[in-house]
């Protein structure tokens, strides 16, 4: 079986989510098309990064990012750095000939995604990006019915990803709060997971009208090594937010259906909604992050005496689930959608086939965002292009 040697750089909670999930690809994909092997890990931090070696089977560690992405062991890259330094570390890794996988949003802001896609497609490599809640059984099972043609016509969708990891004003200054660290803000984070999702169920949007806002103005500063899940204290020196809390969103489908997207970092109730509904002419479905082992269906050409929804339960006639439990109802969870992404990744740099979602998608994301962030300033809808390197110029 060949092997394909793996790079992490960036080994904070995702770098060590996909770090965890390459691990266990072999024990559950027997079938699998290539063996992982965690050559290096990459951190700034030489105590985390040495952990990789010590606990999560790395047979090198290394706080240079350089020196990950040129071994000459490591075929493909798999960056999880703050979203500005990627520009950077996917351009190299592609000039270098590697395979790149990049946590999304690919580019903190669209024209780093924009440069970044250009390069890669330049050095011909296989590319992926962190969309993982495509990956989730139920998911693939309600692009199936629309695919098929179970919902009809699709009239509308309904996308938001509602977080509470902002929430709390005492909530430290990371990167992630910071237009220099992350780029824009919950538009380039979590929007992006919304969309790309109502994108691959629904098609492309055409235009797109929006706002923005940032409700917690400034946060106090943080610490060595702190994350956005770290706590200040009242008293403590602050800094100021630099990027938006909120966005929000009417967008026009190319199919002709109507759909609304939000997302935010700091309202109070959902705590991780990644959730989504579609309505067509013969029937609509309903899916959440928060209960992702379950999704709501309700069809109206079948055969019963009852009118409604009915929630059906994730088991191992969906796709992927039988890998992790049998049975129904069974539940999976978060990192096994990681798992099943790195799975994809890997068998596409083994088949040398370009992975879905990769940095296109990425792209035809950024593209979406663009004009949504031209709508914040002119207040009226705008047109969805798909951006280039020209349109940087």
């Known amino acids: 079986m060949k092997s394909v040697g793996i790079a992490v750089i960036g080994f904070g909670w995702m770098g060590q989510a996909h770090s965890r999930s390459y691990a266990r690809i072999p024990s559950l994909f027997p079938d699998r098309a290539a063996e992982p092997v965690l050559v290096v890990c990459c951190d700034n931090v030489p ?77 011909g490599v296989v590319t992926g990006v962190g969309y993982n809640y495509r990956w989730a059984p139920l998911v693939r099972y309600a692009k199936q019915l629309v695919d098929d043609g179970d919902l009809g016509d699709i009239t509308n969708y309904r996308g938001r990803f509602f977080s509470m990891y902002g929430a709390d004003p005492m909530g430290l200054l990371s990167w992630r709060f910071q237009l220099d660290g992350a780029g824009y803000g919950v538009s380039s984070d979590i929007l992006s997971h919304s969309m790309d999702l109502g994108m691959m169920l629904n098609g492309p949007i055409q235009s797109v009208v929006g706002l923005e806002k940032t409700f917690i103005t400034e946060r106090p500063l943080p610490k060595a090594g702190g994350t956005h899940y770290d706590r200040g204290h009242p008293g403590d020196p602050t800094g100021p937010v630099t990027n938006e809390d909120y966005a929000g969103c009417l967008v026009r489908f190319a199919n002709g259906s109507i759909g609304t997207f939000e997302s935010s970092r700091n309202i109070v109730g959902p705590q991780s909604q990644m959730a989504f509904d579609i309505h067509g002419t013969k029937g609509a479905l309903s899916w959440n992050l928060e209960t992702m082992n379950e999704m709501r269906i309700f069809l109206t050409g079948d055969p019963h005496l009852h009118d409604g929804y009915t929630t059906v339960y994730a088991g191992d006639r969906y796709p992927f689930h039988g890998n992790f439990v049998p049975g129904d109802a069974n539940a999976i969870g978060y990192e096994d959608l990681k798992v099943i992404e790195c799975l994809q990744f890997l068998t596409a740099v083994a088949t040398g086939e370009q992975h879905e979602p990769g940095f296109a998608q990425a792209l035809q994301y950024v593209s979406v965002q663009d004009a949504l962030i031209r709508s914040w300033s002119s207040g009226h809808w705008e047109d969805v292009t798909t951006l280039t390197l020209e349109d940087l110029a």
């Not at 560690?61 to 000459?72: S, V």
Request: aromatic share 4%; glycine share 6%; proline share 6%.
């Open 47 to 123: 105590e985390r990064a040495a952990e990789a070696v010590r606990s999560f089977g790395f047979t090198e560690a290394t706080t240079d990012p350089a020196a990950a992405i040129n071994h000459p062991d490591v075929d493909a890259v798999i960056v999880c750095a703050p979203n500005m330094l990627h520009e950077k570390l996917c351009i190299e890794a592609g000039a270098a000939g590697k395979h790149v996988f990049c946590e999304k949003p690919v580019g903190g802001t669209p024209a780093q995604t924009v440069r970044i896609a250009a390069a890669a497609d330049a050095a």
